[in-house]
Every structure is written in C-alpha cells, then in structure tokens.
C-alpha cells in the first residue's frame, strides 16, 4: 500500500468519524474495495457514557406498622420492538425515507397490508437508494421511524404481523 493511499484512508475514516458525530449515531461499519484483492474494512464506534445515581437509602423506622401498606402495582418493563417477531430491521446505516419523493404517497402506513418482497421504504446510504422490501406478508402493526432521520444498522423500523 502506497503513503497516498494511506492518506487517503485516514482522510476517509476521519470522514466516517465526522459522519457518525454529525448524524448523531453510534455505530458505523464500511467495505471499501481497492481491487481484486485489496480493501480496507473500517468500523467506527462511539462508546456511550453511562452515568449511574446512586439513590439515598430510605429511613429506618422501628414503630411497629399498624397495618400492611398494600404493594405497588407492578411496572411492566417497556416492550422492546427489536425483539418482536414481527420487527423489520435496518440492515445498514442511513437516512430513512418513507417516500419514494418528498410529498409522494408513503409507501406504507399502519394498518396497511403488504407483500412478501414489497418495498416498505427506502434507506438512503453514501447517495444510494436502497429500496427495503417487506420479508413477509402480513400488516403494518407499527412505524418506528420518522421520514428523514437516520437510522443504525440493525435498528428496528416497522412492525408486520
């Protein structure tokens, strides 16, 4: 590999750094293909800050209780949509669009019916228009993305059941 090749590469994971940061993603993972047997895979991560608080004990109290305080109904944990059997996930980084065009009708809504194979929506990645088909028939239980936002790999954008 040559030093403008090099080059070349850190002015492109730079790139891919800026990429992750301005569209606010946390994860982004690209091919490049020099040749037949030349390429570069690169895998940027943005590691996440935990901030954990630590709550105050609760205050002791000795007096005998005068009767048993009913207990709190419990709090469902919230469902998480990528693990429904039904979810449709993004399989690469991008911006989603839920129109083939900027006031065209969406290809799909709530409720909606769709197809095997049937585009749901689009995600736009390094210029390209990936058109993402339905993996099976079934209906549109939920929308889980917003028209014109990005999106991570792996992300879940609708719900067929």
Do not use: C, W
């Not at 790139?15 to 895998?43: I, M």
């Not at 919230?78 to 290809?107: I, K, N, R």
């Not at 799909?108 to 058109?131: C, F, W």
């Amino acid at each position: 590999m040559s030093k403008q090749t090099t080059e070349t590469d850190v002015a492109f994971i730079s790139a891919l750094a800026e990429l992750l940061n301005k569209n606010d993603l946390t994860e982004l993972s690209v091919k490049r293909e020099y040749g037949e047997d030349d390429s570069l895979e690169v895998r940027v991560v943005k590691q996440a800050t935990v901030v954990t608080v630590a709550a105050p004990a609760p205050a002791m109290h000795y007096a005998a209780p005068a009767a048993a305080a009913p207990a709190p109904a419990a709090v469902a944990a919230p469902e998480d949509p990528a693990q429904h059997p039904g979810a449709v996930t993004s399989p690469m980084v991008g911006t989603v669009y839920l129109a083939a065009e900027p006031g065209a009708t969406p290809f799909i809504t709530i409720g909606a019916q769709v197809t095997e194979g049937q585009t749901v929506l689009i995600i736009e990645a390094m210029k390209t228009m990936n058109h993402i088909p339905a993996p099976k028939s079934g209906t549109v239980k939920r929308i889980l993305v917003e028209d014109g936002h990005p999106v991570e790999y792996g992300a879940p954008l609708l719900i067929i059941e």
